[in-house]
């Protein structure tokens, strides 16, 4: 598991459900009730990966299902098809079905309320729903943070939906509805989000995720172009073709949408209320951030895609299918379907230290390793066989400055492990010590990189 899975990993085994109505250790972000789902599911089938793994994994199948379901109340089911085959078979979408973190949650989330949207018409809105949205909005935050944004535009949708003649009771009740679901966001922000927003940490974190509102100038209308390409990139990839087509099907599903009324609202406003939360710095739009509303994307893709269907001539026709064979073909990663995917891994570094390393040699981890290392050692199931000591836990934030001393000192040989280091850094410290400390490469993983150095100690450069 990468860091952020075994931070999450470790504030399971290390608090109770109470307290996970508080801000989570290890600059971790995780609504509650997710973590009281995971905890249930550990309490049952142990503390290893594939216990922490299998609500995600199951969050996101049943997105996929949920979306089919809206395909079919929306009469775009002959469509589903693409963006389920996206969504279902791409690098992008397999790591949030299979990492420990909340955003396939968040998808499948979303989409619920959706669909409860849309089975809940307006002309048929009575106590009973009102009720329903009351209980499922107080709860849903609690669940899924970006809830709060579709949650908004079901507000919308059903107040525009009831027209502005007359105050009627539905008014009343989904009113009522709303203010308890403001209340509930609220004591939500005052519990949790209130003591992590603003700090060091997330501001240094998302500074390139937030946009300029209004753009005044060149370099903030590139910074909006990056961000929207982000997120389009997020659902057809980078390529130009896919891109623009996107672009287009959107446009025309929008367009549509304008001609629809309310609907508008319902499918619009979660994204257009991120855009204006980022303009904010109130809301970042990293892509596993957005990550909850593009099935709302893709809907109002299908629709534009329908309207170009059957407005269109032969040609555009034609033009359609031949992007959406090159969009998949440029996609698809049906290599995962019999190679494991992985982001990084450092168990097998892990396990190679247990076996192999003395007593008297200690080991140096990088400070991006620690959780791994804490999480493997402490509680795994199997932790038995990762564990190992002595360790010297850096920081090397100065990068050779923190480090470099225990390679002038040593008394006995020692090993080095890191993980989650950006490219560059990596590149430059693998260079020092091949080069200058005649290091020894024991073993590479994805993200993950073990060295042992002799006892000499090598001359300073």
């Given amino acids: 598991m990468f860091i952020d899975e075994c931070n999450i990993a470790r504030n399971l085994a290390e608090r109770g459900p109470i307290d996970f109505f508080k801000p989570l250790d290890y600059e971790q972000y995780a ?24 609500w995600p994994l199951i969050a996101s199948i049943l997105g996929l299902l949920v979306f089919y379901r809206i395909t079919l ?3 775009l089911s002959h469509w589903a098809w693409f963006p389920l085959t996206l969504m279902g078979f791409t690098e992008f979408f397999f790591l949030y079905a299979s990492e420990l973190k909340q955003y396939t949650t968040d998808l499948l989330i979303s989409q619920l309320l959706l669909l409860l949207a849309l089975k809940i018409k307006p002309k048929e809105f009575d106590s009973k729903h009102g009720l329903v949205w009351l209980f499922i909005g107080v709860i849903a935050p609690w669940i899924s943070m970006p809830s709060v944004f579709v949650l908004a535009g079901v507000g919308f949708y059903y107040l525009a939906s009831f027209g502005t003649k007359r105050i009627l009771k539905s008014h009343l009740q989904i009113s009522g509805a709303i203010l308890c679901w403001l209340l509930s966001f609220l004591a939500y922000y005052l519990l949790i989000l209130n003591k992590d927003i603003g700090t060091d940490y997330l501001a240094n974190t998302h500074q390139g995720y937030f946009l300029d509102l209004p753009p005044t100038n060149l370099w ?19 390529k130009a073709i896919p891109i623009v087509g996107l672009a287009l099907f959107m446009a025309t599903g929008l367009w549509k949408l304008l001609w629809s009324g309310s609907r508008f609202l319902l499918l619009a406003s979660p994204v257009i209320l991120c855009l204006l939360a980022a303009g904010l710095k109130q809301y970042s739009l990293m892509p596993r951030l957005t990550f909850f509303f593009l099935p709302f994307l893709w ?7 329908q309207m170009l269907w059957e407005r269109g001539k032969k040609w555009s026709t034609y033009l359609l299918i031949v992007w959406m064979l090159i969009t998949a073909a440029l996609n698809l990663d049906l290599q995962y379907l019999t190679t494991p995917l992985k982001r990084e891994e450092a168990r097998a570094a892990l396990k190679y230290l247990h076996d192999h390393k003395t007593e008297r040699e200690k080991v140096i981890l990088h400070h991006g390793a620690v959780p791994v290392y804490s999480f493997y050692n402490h509680y795994h199931d199997d932790s038995t066989q990762y564990k190992f000591a002595p360790v010297i836990k850096a920081n090397w934030e100065d990068q050779r400055a923190n480090f470099e001393p225990y390679l002038a000192e040593r008394e006995e040989p020692f090993w080095i492990l890191y993980t989650n280091m950006p490219r560059r850094d990596k590149h430059r410290i693998d260079q020092l010590l091949m080069q200058t400390h005649k290091a020894e490469l024991v073993l590479s993983d994805r993200g993950c990189s073990l060295w042992k150095l002799p006892f000499s100690p090598s001359q300073e450069p």
Avoid: H, T
């Avoid at 609504?31 to 299998?54: H, K, S, T, W």
């Avoid at 997120?231 to 980078?238: C, M």
């Avoid at 809907?299 to 895609?305: D, E, F, M, R, V």
């Fill in 31 to 54: 609504p509650p009730l997710f973590l009281c789902l995971q905890d249930f599911i550990v309490y049952l089938l142990g503390m290893n990966e594939y216990a922490l793994r299998l």
């Fill in 73 to 75: 109340e929306l009469k």
């Fill in 220 to 238: 903030e209308l590139k910074q909006w172009a990056k961000r929207l390409q982000g997120i389009l990139g997020s659902l057809v990839g980078f």
């Fill in 299 to 305: 809907i109002i893709a299908l629709l534009g895609c």
